[in-house]
């Protein structure tokens, strides 16, 4: 009875948090993340849509062309990068620290790479997003999902600093996993991106 009593008087403060979840809290704040990304995207693709069934207008608008074959070549080089950062991460849960470092470094050279494509693409297409409802879409879709490349490239920067910094290990390496979560979502959207403007 007493030492119930000493340790119900050594406990302070709130009892610890239950977690009703497996997924753990930074993996989760990610996946929540995303799906708030996904909401708006959904608003863009729903002008889009509007222009493609509600109005039955012409896409892309009379008068312009998109380079569907380049940018082809373009999507191939970042669906490479998730190769690359699976790899990544394959490799550190095996105490890889090359397969890391190299997959990480792959990962940002292949994203920036497609980024700087694709600002080279709204260069040479000779119509700007003023100049219809479509090319207004076009520039609004595709320049939502460049600034999620940037952000995501700016995340992948820092971790391979850290990689070559020995920052990682087979049983700590959630720093890098979260971030390479966010990498295959941005590639992920581009391929509905890549589909619905471009081929469709």
Not at 25 to 31: N, R, T
Not at 87 to 104: E, Q, Y
């Amino acid at each position: 009875m007493e030492s119930a009593s000493v340790s119900h008087a050594e406990h302070h403060g709130p009892p610890a948090a239950h977690r009703s979840s497996r997924v753990e809290p930074p993996v989760l704040g990610m996946l929540l993340f995303i799906i708030s990304e996904v909401m708006i995207f959904g608003a863009f693709f729903t002008a889009y849509f509007f222009i493609r069934v509600v109005t039955h207008d012409p896409w892309p608008a009379p008068g312009t062309k998109i380079p569907e074959a380049a940018t082809g070549v373009n999507t191939a080089i970042l669906l490479v990068s998730s190769l690359t950062i699976h790899w990544a991460l394959v490799s550190i849960k095996k105490g890889n620290r090359f397969g890391l470092k190299a997959g990480m470094v792959l990962t940002f050279l292949l994203g920036l790479t497609f980024l700087f494509l694709q600002v080279n693409e709204y260069i040479h297409l000779g119509w700007a997003p003023h100049d219809s409802a479509q090319a207004t879409i076009f520039y609004s879709l595709t320049g939502l999902h460049g600034a999620h490349v940037f952000v995501g490239l700016c995340a992948l920067l820092i971790v391979s600093i850290r990689s070559f910094r020995g920052h990682y290990s087979p049983e700590h390496h959630q720093g890098m996993e979260v971030p390479g979560i966010y990498w295959h979502f941005v590639d992920g959207m581009w391929i509905i991106v890549y589909t619905a403007l471009y081929i469709l």
